[in-house]
């Protein structure tokens, strides 16, 4: 059979099976916020093309789909910002054009060089960022109690609390609460650790991701959420402007979301064109109002398109503050990364 | 072709069906539970340190929450749906057993997904529940009810009540009636012939429904991650966290094992008086 | 007294059974963005806003497409195979039956992550296909079992009355056994249809981007309480009732119940 028939052949059959289509669409594994029709539909119908989103609820489930599927599966990925080097690292990403991307639009405090490029190469571009702090129902709590964790913490909240089910910006809120560097975790830490989310766990009512936890807040099951920031209370800011967040006196964890294309992707040219749409001052600002969770854009430009509501439930104005106060999310390595998931579970389980 | 032959003829498709996407994969996975993690690559080999760690507290509390939960649900189903099944066959007229049968399995055609969330709506701080409760001034503050091992638990027994009911209603019907009849003739009042008659003769049947809520309970993700609010983490549970957030495919094929186990050792326990092939 | 006690029980057992569903259906009208008391007034856009939403109509169409082809498959082989062990003399029947049976015994989790580790072994990608080889997986024993329990004598007698008068075995199966065994393949197909409907775990973990309805519910449901999953699980649930209803005047024609 020559090469020509085999590819008809195979071209014929992939096009008798449903959900298979031959050319041109995009796969891309992302967190929610992406699967917003009103993000992606405006890139679909202006290339004309089929973005396939596939959610995950963190790196570890991102990277397990990865190992699941075959080279050249996924176009896309979105990942945090702070394990974009375990991507690199494992030569999943290809390099970005630089001089295609509005890199000097970003805010420079997210820009994270450190993470998202490797000898002079990027592979990565912050897309989005926000705070995992503390979100709580105004009307329910004291907000002077919300400056301090360990206010927080105590009986008077007891059976108020739920906790994001998310391990790393949590134990880095531990972290930080403890007086610790999140960037200089290691396993030395684990067990002051431990001891602070069973403080925490014991309180709580509920652990939840990004949506449960959403709508914890908003009926009543919990009055505080741990972990919560803008990404949880911005959309429901319109109907229920009692929700909201602050950051306490001793810091919270800053997270930020990178946007990147596979080394084995089939459509390179147009996965480029996905992530530069994506960072477009349009798509920066549908993305950062996306249904899913609110979030900062990472391109300053954004604001220009953002409305003043907008900006003002994003507090954009406070940034400057916000970002001072932060410190990131812990990157452990895999040994770590195992313990700490260890802790997690363990604590899920008390 | 010999009528040997033309039997397996008939028999291959299915057999091989069942072997090369059910038997095959099973071993597959038993081999995967004893190979490794290094990093992130896959060492095969024969390596028991996946089964060693039901030692860890968070892996033994898992078999712990998932055994103490399904021989609750289990137990408190088969109480909730004997008197019910006995109702609908003794009490209700037999005119009307088909509709009040048909009633009592109706939550049925929801979807399995949707069902466990219709008790969220039930069971939450705003829920019907607490509503009703707070309306009629019998409590003070919303009742903590969601989120917990009792929602989990609420949510099994009604879907399992509904199942034994079924069960145990097909059993009833069976026995003949002139058997109750020759008791009390026999001067047995109600609740002997219930105890040395009617129970006898439906325990079969009520021990194979057990087994069977036993078997569908214990496997179960959906209605503990959807109502339990990981207060908790059941055994099912405790394998999808392997493999959604680590891929960490021997410790989840081991624990499948180990769940697979479970179920063994409740057939062996109850071998005695199961009618599988009744069901 | 028992008797008052007896239709007391009856009646806290049906609120206990039906307040969910209660709660579901009534909420799913709910002119408001919790659906949860108090009800503020009937309103039909949750109805319309699922109705339009693209992903869930897609879902509910694989679905259809995974329940029915699967079902048929399980259906056709597990006649095969039931004929087959019913009529022909095999050594190790036992046996055979034991395997083709076996899948019931174990929790569908494990059916699903066997499939799993085996697909992303070969590298074959996940779609509605491997979703669908899940559920034939898990109904095949059902629909043999059913099969075979109702291959009786009296088939036989048919069957063998045929071949005396020259069918083949071809023939015999096409014009005899099928016909006479119509109400318990119509039985055992819709049982399959209703179990992969449902089924929730293996569609999970083998489907990408294609996924089925209960798979979509489920991504919807992490979004926690929406009168949105209400209409679609009343929805599903006004389906369901309708096709039971027809099924049973399929199976039970000229008898009222």
Redesign the interface.
């Known amino acids: 059979m020559s090469v020509t028939d085999r590819a008809l052949l195979s071209t014929a059959l992939l096009a008798a099976l449903p959900g298979i289509a031959p050319a041109q669409e995009l796969n891309a594994l992302v967190w929610c916020d992406h699967t917003d029709p009103a993000l992606v539909e405006p890139f679909e119908e202006a290339h004309g093309v089929t973005v396939n989103l596939r959610e995950y609820e963190g790196t570890g489930a991102a990277l397990a789909m990865l190992e699941q599927s075959q080279p050249g599966d996924w176009d896309v990925l979105v990942i945090d910002s702070i394990d974009v080097p375990r991507v690199v690292d494992a030569g999943l990403m290809a390099e970005l054009p630089a001089d295609q991307l509005p890199l000097g639009d970003l805010f420079p405090e997210v820009v994270m060089a450190d993470s998202t490029t490797r000898d002079g190469r990027i592979y990565a571009v912050t897309e989005k960022f926000g705070y995992n702090t503390v979100s709580f129902n105004s009307d329910a709590v004291d907000p002077a109690d919300m400056q301090d964790m360990s206010k927080i913490l105590s009986d008077k909240y007891a059976g108020r609390v739920a906790i994001y089910d998310y391990y790393l910006p949590v134990m880095g809120l531990a972290a930080v609460n403890l007086g610790l560097n999140t960037a200089d975790l290691t396993e030395a830490d684990l067990p002051a650790l431990r001891d602070e989310l069973l403080r925490m766990k014991s309180l709580a009512s509920s652990v939840g991701e990004v949506t449960a936890s959403q709508t914890a807040l908003a009926t009543g099951e919990a009055d505080i959420v741990i972990g919560g920031g803008e990404w949880l209370t911005a959309g429901l800011a319109g109907e229920q402007p009692e929700l909201t967040w602050t950051i306490p006196d001793k810091g919270a964890v800053r997270w930020a979301q990178s946007i990147g294309v596979l080394a084995d992707s089939q459509n390179k040219d147009l996965a480029t064109e996905f992530v530069k749409y994506i960072l477009s001052p349009e798509g920066q600002a549908r993305l950062a109002t996306s249904s899913c969770y609110w979030g900062m854009p990472a391109n300053r430009k954004a604001g220009d398109i953002l409305t003043g509501e907008q900006k003002a439930t994003l507090r954009w104005d406070e940034q400057d503050d916000y970002l001072a106060r932060a410190q990131l999310y812990p990157a452990p390595d895999a040994d770590l990364d195992a313990r700490m998931q260890d802790v997690w579970l363990e604590m899920l389980q008390q | 072709m010999s009528d040997t032959g033309r039997g397996w003829g008939f028999v291959a498709p299915a057999l091989l069906w069942t072997v090369g996407l059910f038997v095959v994969p099973f071993a597959v996975m038993a081999a995967m539970s004893l190979a490794r993690l290094e990093g992130r690559d896959l060492v095969w080999g024969v390596d028991w340190g996946n089964y060693a760690q039901l030692a860890k507290p968070q892996i033994a509390r898992a078999v712990l929450v998932s055994l103490e939960i399904t021989l609750t649900v289990t137990a408190v189903s088969v109480l909730l749906a004997y008197p019910l099944a006995a109702i609908i066959a003794f009490r209700v007229p037999p005119r009307w057993q088909r509709l009040a049968l048909l009633l009592a399995v109706l939550p049925f055609w929801t979807s399995y997904v949707v069902r466990s969330y219709s008790w969220l709506l039930v069971l939450s701080k705003q829920g019907v529940v607490n509503q009703a409760l707070l309306g009629l001034g019998l409590v003070a503050e919303p009742l903590t009810l969601a989120n917990t091992r009792f929602a989990t638990v609420t949510g099994f027994v009604h879907f399992f009540t509904m199942l034994l009911t079924l069960t145990i209603y097909a059993n009833l019907m069976q026995l003949p009636r002139n058997y109750a009849r020759a008791a009390q003739d026999l001067g047995a009042n109600g609740w002997q012939t219930f105890r040395h008659v009617i129970l006898p003769l439906t325990l079969p049947g009520v021990v194979t429904g057990a087994f069977l809520t036993f078997v569908l309970c214990i496997g179960d993700y959906v209605t503990p991650q959807i109502l339990g609010g990981n207060n908790e983490l059941s055994l099912p549970q405790v394998i999808m966290v392997q493999l959604g957030r680590r891929a960490d495919f021997p410790l989840a094929s081991a624990l499948s094992i180990v769940l697979m186990g479970l179920v063994m050792l409740a057939y062996l326990l109850c071998a005695r008086w199961l009618r599988l092939d009744r069901v | 007294m028992?008797?008052l006690l007896?239709?007391l029980?009856?009646l806290l057992?049906?609120g206990?059974?039906?307040?969910?569903?209660g709660?579901?259906v009534l909420?799913s009208f709910q002119d408001g963005?919790?659906?949860?008391?108090?009800f503020q007034g009937v309103s039909l856009r949750w109805y319309a806003d699922v109705l339009g939403d693209?992903d869930l109509m897609a879902a509910l169409l694989n679905s259809a497409l995974v329940a029915s082809g699967s079902s048929a498959v399980a259906c056709a082989?597990?006649f095969?195979?039931a004929?087959?062990?019913a009529?022909?003399?095999?050594?190790g029947a036992a046996l055979?039956r034991a395997?083709?049976v076996?899948?019931l015994?174990?929790?569908?989790?494990?059916?699903g992550?066997?499939?799993?580790?085996?697909a992303?072994?070969l590298?074959v990608?996940?779609?509605?296909?491997t979703a669908g080889?899940?559920h034939?997986?898990i109904n095949?024993?059902l629909c043999?079992a059913i099969l075979y329990?109702s291959m009786g004598d009296q088939q036989r007698n048919a069957e063998r009355a045929a071949r005396d008068l020259g069918a083949s075995?071809g023939q015999v199966i096409r014009l005899v056994t099928v016909p006479m065994l119509r109400p318990a393949l119509v039985a055992a197909f819709f049982l399959s249809v209703t179990l992969s409907?449902?089924?929730?775990?293996v569609s999970f973990?083998l489907t990408?981007?294609?996924v089925t309805?209960?798979v979509e519910?489920?991504?919807m449901?992490?979004?926690?309480?929406s009168p949105r999953?209400?209409a679609?699980?009343s929805l599903?649930?006004l389906v369901?009732?309708a096709v039971?209803a027809a099924v049973e005047l399929v199976l039970r024609p000229g008898r009222r119940?």
């Open positions: 028992t008797r007896a239709w029980y009856l057992a049906y206990f059974i039906l307040l969910p569903v709660a579901l909420f963005r919790l659906p949860v008391p108090p693209r082989l597990g095969l195979a004929y087959g062990l009529r022909h003399v095999l050594p055979l395997i083709l076996l899948p015994a174990v929790s569908t989790l494990i059916v992550l066997g499939l799993l580790i085996v992303s072994r590298g990608g996940l779609s509605l296909w080889m899940g034939v997986v095949l024993p043999f329990a075995e409907w449902d089924e929730f775990i973990l990408r981007f294609d309805l209960p519910i489920w991504s449901l992490r979004s926690g309480l999953l209400n679609i699980g599903v649930f369901s009732i039971v119940p």
